[in-house]
């Protein structure tokens, strides 16, 4: 995923799936000005829901995060439907991350997991078999100059290790999201619903290490709520509260467009 900075603060959008020929793009994500919410705050973002922490140049080291993958209902038109955590590219230029895709073609859908050091493209991890239900969980790491991501669904892992130049290390993030597709903004898919977290997966939570303090996504004053409009405002995927311990919430699909 790649950020395109917008106003004061800017998402991201990676095309995920160089195994479907989507190719690599950008989808800049419009915000609004952040507004308090209990000790998070909200903005919109037209291709991201879900949360971030924030931090100062180089302090982001690692955010874990998980969900059970969500079954998508397709009809005859192609859609998609990103699930990851990863550091940067909420206010940066890069983004190290891992996840998942589900994607609707032809009335079928098709499930996959990927990592992506942005700028480079996103790949495809085929040792990992993706499926509806099934408990992913990613650990994103950052040490003398590496980064590291270890995808792991349910009992399989798969872990690899890169450099990104320029990156800053500046947020972490668990997000739902709708990839940029042949130069443009994909249709959602309708995944219902995406529990992630703790409190659904029993594996770990949205949670990240800032300044060297670790703690749940909810412990850190830079908590973002993310809410996922179109061009127009209108919503496509909502982001429920943080759980009471700060590690889980709840995305829920609205439309597709």
Not at 44 to 51: I, L
Not at 214 to 229: K, L, Q
Request: proline share 3%.
């Amino acid at each position: 995923m790649r950020a395109t900075r917008l106003w004061t603060v800017a998402l991201t959008a990676a095309t995920i799936g160089p195994m479907l020929g989507l190719g690599v793009g950008v989808g800049a994500a419009a915000l609004t000005p952040l507004v308090p919410h209990g000790i998070e705050f909200t903005v919109e973002s037209t291709n991201w829901a879900g949360y971030a922490v924030t931090g100062g140049t180089g302090s982001v080291t690692q955010v874990t995060g998980s969900w059970v993958q969500p079954s998508v209902s397709c009809s005859r038109s192609s859609t998609y439907a990103a699930f990851w955590d990863g550091i940067d590219g909420y206010n940066s230029n890069t983004v190290e991350q891992g996840g998942t895709l589900a994607y609707c073609s032809g009335g079928h859908a098709y499930y996959y997991a990927w990592y992506e050091f942005y700028p480079a493209a996103s790949v495809d991890i085929t040792s990992l078999s993706v499926s509806p239900g099934s408990t992913v969980s990613v650990t994103v790491s950052y040490s003398a100059s590496d980064f590291s991501i270890t995808v792991k669904v349910g009992s399989s892992s798969y872990t690899k290790t890169g450099t990104v130049s320029g990156a800053e290390r500046t947020s972490a993030e668990c997000i739902d999201e709708r990839p940029e597709v042949n130069g443009r903004l994909a249709n959602l898919a309708d995944f219902g619903t995406a529990d992630f977290g703790l409190d659904h997966t029993s594996t770990i939570g949205c949670a990240a290490t800032v300044s060297g303090t670790t703690g749940n996504f909810g412990s850190f004053s830079t908590a973002t709520a993310i809410n996922m409009v179109d061009s127009a405002g209108r919503t496509l995927s909502s982001t429920g509260a943080l759980s009471s311990d700060g590690s889980s919430f709840v995305a829920t699909w609205v439309a597709s467009s």
